[in-house]
């Protein structure tokens, strides 16, 4: 799954990403949850990542994929979380 998901954002022709990279903190903060959270969730397999020497990182267009699939919409921009408040 996880290897699907980020082959898919992997430019054939360049070899480089196409895809904005989150670390432990921005993908806590674009998913609305605690870093524990987000360690949980990934070491259980419920979220793609990989770990680069030694640090989590994770595709934004993964997450909110993943996002979809269980929500059934995107996760909230902060600007429109701050347009709802």
Not at 47 to 57: A, L, N, S, T, Y
């Amino acid at each position: 799954m996880i290897a699907i998901c980020y082959s898919k954002f992997i430019s054939k022709e360049r070899g480089i990403m196409m895809d904005e990279i989150l670390d432990i903190r921005q993908a806590a903060e674009y998913l609305q949850i605690k870093e524990r959270t987000v360690y949980r969730l990934v070491g259980e397999g419920a979220i793609p990542g990989i770990k680069v020497g030694g640090q989590w990182r994770f595709s934004k267009k993964c997450l909110e994929e993943m996002f979809l699939k269980v929500t059934g919409k995107p996760p909230i921009k902060e600007h429109e979380a701050a347009v709802a408040e």
